[in-house]
């Protein structure tokens, strides 16, 4: 049971406030909560432009700072007890840092663009770990963002601070400026979904007004596994070959959807191996599933957005291959619930995130939420892995916290 669940937000803001007083003998000067996010459906097509489906949810990371006399940077998260330091005037990628290497990313991108900035004492507390996934890590890059603007007076605009992020990853830590995490912990409405459009860069809110449902979100703790190197499929010449694919739709949301002639993506995609093949029809299914989920959002048809969900899910365990044996048997026991009907589902799941194992969300009626946890202890038994549960609600994005 969690302390969200048990004592609430007010609790977690004094614990932090705390722990922050406790490390270095000073209240903070900011506190700054940023939610986590759970992917819905659409996460691994970025890299073609296409579409993610999305929520933030409440399961917040908090990060609390002061201000130093000197360029030194000192960082503390709670919950893993570790510790680590660096400097303003030699940030280094450090492996052994793990964590902390999110946050000096972000002082990275303040400084690389011409922004000043001061010494700081930072504390993180997040009940999930960023090794879970949920965007944790992305929240606490927009965390630590937000409160060093703040702490230090920089002038800069939404724009810029999505700028600093987008250095600090490329720059500083050399991976990819996936946006949709970015627009989760820094735009997000409570009960609602984002939709991005990663071929403009743009968003869209819609509120989530499914009636009597929890949303679960299940860490299997499944060692995750990699069978393949999704990397493969983000080469120039497979993003060409799926651009070949894109026809324009005037009436489709996005204005295009791919081709729908068995005989024309075979023919197509005859140039890639079988493996690669089915990995690619996978994200075309997936554009099509990301409208279809809309759309029963925007019409409010829980049976409909719970087959479609259920079918993602099916692409990527036999099309894109990053599901596993246990994810699969959570998934199935939520399709297997007497009150479940192939026709009108009361209920779906699905792997999220990364895959390859770990985490699955599930959304279903607020009367079956103790079945499911049944479930979970007999997965347990068979598996022998102790899973986590965590419900949650559609949240709102980054902000300052008042203390």
């Keep these: 049971m ?5 004592y609430g937000l007010d609790f977690m803001m004094k614990e932090v406030i705390e722990a922050h007083v406790q490390e270095y003998g000073k209240t903070p000067d900011v506190l700054v909560s940023a939610p986590g996010r759970v992917h819905l459906i659409g996460e691994h097509t970025w890299f073609c432009k296409d579409k993610t489906l999305y929520m933030a949810v409440d399961f917040p990371i908090y990060i609390a700072i002061s201000a130093r006399e000197d360029l030194s940077a000192r960082f503390y998260f709670v919950q893993m007890g570790e510790r680590k330091r660096s400097n303003l005037s030699s940030l280094k990628f450090r492996k052994e840092d793990r964590w902390a290497n999110a946050l000096k990313a972000i002082f990275y991108g303040f400084t690389s663009g011409g922004f000043s900035l001061c010494g700081v004492d930072v504390t993180v507390w997040s009940e999930i770990l960023p ?7 992305t929240a606490m890059k927009v965390g630590i963002a937000v409160g060093l603007k703040k702490l230090c007076s920089v002038p800069c605009s939404d724009v810029q601070l999505l700028q600093v992020i987008e250095r600090g990853n490329k720059l500083f830590l050399g991976v990819g400026n996936y946006i949709a995490d970015i627009y989760a912990a820094m735009y997000a409405q409570p009960g609602s979904c984002i939709l991005t459009d990663h071929a403009t860069g743009e968003y869209d809110i819609l509120p989530f007004n499914f009636e009597d449902v929890s949303i679960l979100l299940t860490d299997a703790r499944v060692p995750r596994i990699t069978v393949w190197d999704e990397s493969t499929i983000t080469e120039p010449a497979n993003v060409l070959l799926l651009g070949e694919l894109k026809e324009r739709k005037s009436h489709v949301y996005g204005g295009w959807q791919y081709e729908e002639s068995d005989t024309e993506v075979n023919e197509v995609l005859s140039v890639v191996n079988e493996d690669m093949r089915r990995h ?26 719970c087959k479609t969900i259920s079918r993602s899910h099916d692409g ?5 291959l990053i599901s596993c044996p246990e994810i699969d048997w959570l998934v199935k026991r939520v399709q297997d619930f007497d009150m479940t009907t192939v026709r009108n589902p009361n209920g779906c799941s699905r792997i999220t995130g990364k895959g390859f ?28 892995f102790h899973p986590s549960c965590y419900e949650v609600k559609p949240a709102g994005g980054v902000h300052l916290c008042e203390f």
């Design 2 to 6: 969690s302390f969200r669940k048990i």
């Design 131 to 137: 090794s879970a996934g949920f965007g944790i890590t």
């Design 280 to 305: 690619m029809k996978c994200i075309m299914l997936e554009h099509k599933y990301v409208l279809e989920a809309v759309s029963a959002l925007q019409k409010n048809d829980f049976a409909r957005f």
């Design 316 to 320: 990527l365990r036999d099309l894109y």
């Design 357 to 384: 194992g770990r985490c699955t969300y599930t959304i279903l009626k607020t009367r079956d939420v103790p079945l499911y946890k049944e479930k979970l202890t007999e997965y347990e038994r068979i598996f022998g």
